[in-house]
């Protein structure tokens, strides 16, 4: 059991440059996330999924673009990268509510972006 | 729209000693969760301890423990016997128990342990 796995760890981009963060999870959780978290800051929640085909946008949804094909797949894409997008980049999944003990976020180690 | 408020960016406690963390929030909501995670430096985002709004019972996990006062909107933590591990970012975290069930984050406090 993998539980959350991101990829790539590490990155640097140009600016206008695209690329596609991965996230997967192998729990069969149905609600997954996507957050970045600038220097010294909280999470800020970028797209959510409560399942596959049904995405949303969160607090800071421009300039991404995400897609649920699979429970287990949530991909985040960055179309025209900018300096702005400089952040570490959490994927999370969670289960459906339960109220149990497990009823709470995975997160997964996270992506180092630079954009320069 | 609810909010999550941690008004202590730095906190540090001897070694062996108690430290309490606070986190208050707004919600109009009356039936939810509130959550503390630990971001040590490796980044990895680790739960410490969950509360359910609708438990009076303060939630305990081993040295960890909360005071929750939902009147007050407030859900503080505190780590009993310090040790140099818990030097760490904390986040208090609220989610509604319908809805979106988006989690919303306050910006953290950074607590250090010193020996």
């Known amino acids: 059991n993998a539980g959350v796995t991101q990829t790539p760890k590490f990155r640097i981009l140009k600016i206008g440059q695209s690329m596609t963060l991965q996230c997967a999870q192998d729990m069969n959780h149905n609600y997954m996330y996507w957050y970045r978290q600038d220097p010294g800051m909280g999470l800020k929640l970028i797209y959510y999924?409560?399942?596959?085909?049904?995405?949303d946008k969160g607090e800071v949804p421009n300039g991404y673009n995400v897609s649920r094909s699979t429970t287990e797949d949530f991909p985040l894409r960055l179309e025209l990268a900018a300096p702005s997008q400089t952040s570490v980049y959490f994927c999370a999944s969670s289960p459906s509510r339960s109220g149990a003990r497990t009823d709470t976020q995975y997160f997964g180690p996270g992506t180092r972006l630079t954009v320069l | 729209a609810q909010t999550v408020t941690q008004s202590q960016p730095e906190m540090s406690v001897q070694e062996a000693e108690t430290v309490t963390l606070s986190c208050t929030y707004d919600?109009?909501?009356?039936?939810?969760?509130l959550f503390w995670y630990k971001q040590p430096p490796s980044r990895q985002m680790i739960l410490v301890i969950r509360?359910?709004?609708?438990?009076?019972q303060n939630a305990t996990e081993n040295r960890f423990s909360v005071n929750f006062q939902k009147a007050a909107k407030s859900f503080s933590l505190k780590i009993s016997d310090s040790q140099l591990g818990d030097a760490a970012m904390y986040f208090c975290?609220?989610?509604?128990?319908?809805?979106?069930?988006?989690?919303?984050f306050g910006t953290g406090t950074r607590l250090k342990v010193l020996a």
């Open positions: 999924s409560v399942g596959a085909g049904i995405t």
């Open positions: 509360q359910e709004a609708y438990k009076q």
């Open positions: 975290a609220y989610r509604n128990d319908k809805g979106t069930y988006k989690y919303i």
């Open positions: 919600t109009s909501e009356s039936d939810y969760y």
